[in-house]
């Protein structure tokens, strides 16, 4: 566990959103030293509110500053400015009352491999007052057929499941999950959603962070999107895609040698790409009005194999950011201290 830093704290800002906020970043810096005396910032002017009784997300690619957000709301770490505040409590001055009310699933923890799921969580559930029952938690996080089994006889996503088990049996106000989907097939994944969505349904807050577009969109009421320690839009995802990235893309085939020419003239039509294949010429078409080339471009054009795709907050990352969402991800730095943590 790395120790903790220094803190410089700043003033709540007159701005306080209009509820009483499960969690509250306010100009969230974080520094770690560099090479040759350089700073680098893995949080860089945070400011987040997240409601009770919702998903929030934290989307950004590796080394956007998730993993060291959620070390500050764990009390791991302190800024080097701003406020860090989670159900009105300093984490890092009220840890014990923090640590009651609130549970952290890690990417990566150490179980104790000869116990089985069953008796894992119950010891679990020994260390809280009023636990969920370990029944519950193995039937909501889709573990049922292997509540006997050893967990170093658990694959990849059953021991990904688990350790979300271990944050909800304490029945916690606030869950705070890093990564919780890593290596789950799609129907592991579909069951831990299931599970998040029932703690959120039965009053709690859940604050997540993610990588995936599509846990993004399905999963969080609300998400945060990070580029560089910074946070560079937040709202619900359907509006942030309505406001960022409002095109959609219209795909067909339609026979080699076609003339496009009309099609790329259409108004409300911003781009136009093309290639030729063994079955004909497939075609995408950028357009803020998909309704206009499907009724009176598509069909004239004798187009088969027609498809239409809603732009994701993959669109929206690009457009805030002027760069693909995975080329970010490539480019960035793994932020660390001696320590090593990662954001």
Same mark, same amino acid.
């Given at each position: ?7 410089? $704290? ?26 040759? *005396? ?40 302190? @800024? ?58 193995? *039937? ?47 129907? +592991? ?28 969109? $399905? ?9 560089? *320690?910074?946070? $560079? ?36 039509? $911003? ?28 069909? @004239? ?10 732009? *994701? ?15 970010? +991800? ?14």
């Amino acid at each position: 566990m790395p120790e903790l830093d220094t803190d410089t $704290t700043a003033p709540i800002p007159e701005e306080d959103p209009p509820w009483d906020a499960a969690i509250r970043l306010i100009a969230v810096t974080k520094h770690y030293p560099g090479p040759h *005396g350089m700073v680098k910032a893995a949080t860089d002017g945070i400011d987040l509110a997240v409601r009770p009784g919702e998903i929030f997300g934290l989307l950004g690619p590796n080394g956007a500053g998730k993993t060291t957000t959620i070390e500050l709301l764990a009390g791991l770490r302190r @800024p080097t400015s701003g406020t860090v505040l989670i159900l009105g409590l300093d984490p890092a001055v009220k840890r014990e009352e923090v640590r009651r009310q609130v549970a952290i699933q890690p990417q990566q923890a150490a179980l104790f491999p000869q116990q089985t799921v069953a008796e894992l969580l119950r010891v679990w559930a020994s260390f809280y007052p009023a636990p969920e029952t370990p029944e519950v938690i193995i *039937g909501r996080i889709g573990l049922t057929d292997s509540r006997d089994v050893r967990v170093a006889k658990l694959s990849a996503g059953q021991r990904q499941r688990l350790l979300v088990g271990t944050a909800l049996i304490s029945h916690p106000q606030v869950l705070i999950l890093d990564e919780p989907s890593t290596g789950l097939d799609p129907n +592991a994944r579909q069951e831990l959603w299931s599970a998040i969505r029932g703690h959120r349904d039965g009053g709690g807050t859940v604050l997540l962070s993610t990588h995936s577009m599509a846990e993004a969109e $399905t999963l969080c009421d609300r998400v945060a999107v990070l580029h560089q *320690g910074k946070v $560079t839009a937040c709202g619900a995802p359907r509006e942030l895609i309505a406001h960022h990235a409002p095109e959609r893309e219209v795909r067909f085939t339609v026979a080699i040698g076609t003339d496009l020419t009309a099609l790329r003239a259409a108004e409300g039509v $911003t781009r136009v790409e093309s290639h030729d294949t063994a079955d004909g010429t497939r075609v995408t078409v950028h357009t803020r009005d998909s309704d206009l080339v499907l009724r009176r471009l598509v069909g @004239p054009l004798a187009a088969t194999r027609i498809q239409l795709r809603e732009a *994701g907050l993959a669109a929206v990352f690009r457009h805030l950011t002027g760069v693909p969402f995975q080329s970010a +991800a490539e480019a960035a730095p793994v932020d660390s201290d001696s320590e090593g943590a990662t954001a």
